[in-house]
Antibody, heavy 120, light 108 residues
């Protein structure tokens, strides 16, 4: 069974940093592109970042470029999102999501999400 | 960036109804479109990809159609568990990957 479990969310002050993790199991993690998608309270879905299976290709939304860094450790079956210079508008539930392959970036499995709150 | 526009943003329907949700892309995206269902407090769930291919395990009352700029998600006979918010997403041109604003299906 495919499982994606996010962790690392919490309350952080504006300008602060946070590192999210996503632990994957039930599939060959190193064969799949992985993604972060967020959802602000009461709002729709917003794609944040993608990383290809071998980390060769990395993409970011303009809203987070230069502040967030996506990475993965295929040996540990883990995906990460380092978030720096956090702003109030980054407050959201952050989902880890799998894409079925490197050339088809839709999301066939999602984690349960982790809430990030940026507030003073 | 390709903008995805869903309509309506919300509507009420009854169990047993046939419902259709529309998604329009700001430019042609061939068939590179996915649909998701999200219930309150839960992660989204993939329903359809490649505009019309049903994800494994999704009931056959769900169907998708369209190509280019205009797409529809149809639920042939609405069930109680289908009351949720639905999102479309294009993956033709990225970054960025973009979602529609969502369509909330409520109980009449």
């Amino acid at each position: 069974e495919v499982q994606l479990v996010e962790s690392g969310g919490g309350l952080v002050k504006p300008g602060g940093s946070l590192r999210l993790s996503c632990a994957a199991s039930g599939f060959t993690f190193s064969s799949y592109s992985m993604n972060w998608v967020r959802q602000a309270p009461g709002k729709g879905l917003e794609w944040v970042s993608s990383i290809s299976s071998s980390s060769s290709y990395i993409y970011y939304a303009d809203s987070v470029k230069g502040r967030f860094t996506i990475s993965r450790d295929n040996a540990k079956n883990s995906l990460y999102l380092q978030m720096n210079s956090l702003r109030a508008e980054d407050t959201a539930v952050y989902y880890c999501a799998r894409a079925p392959d490197d050339s088809s970036p839709y999301f066939d499995y999602w984690g349960q999400g982790t809430l990030v709150t940026v507030s003073s | 960036a390709i903008r995805m526009t869903q309509s309506p943003s919300s509507f009420s329907a009854s169990t047993g109804d046939r419902v259709t949700i529309t998604c329009r892309a700001s430019q042609g995206i061939s068939s590179y479109l996915a649909w998701y269902q999200q219930k309150p407090g839960k992660a989204p769930k993939l329903l359809i990809y490649a505009a019309s291919t049903l994800q494994s395990g999704v009931p056959s009352r769900f169907s998708g159609s369209g190509s280019g700029t205009d797409f529809t998600l149809t639920i042939s006979c609405l069930q109680s568990e289908d009351f949720a918010t639905y999102y479309c997403q294009q993956y033709y041109s990225y970054p960025p990957l973009t979602f529609g604003g969502g369509t909330k299906v409520e109980i009449k």
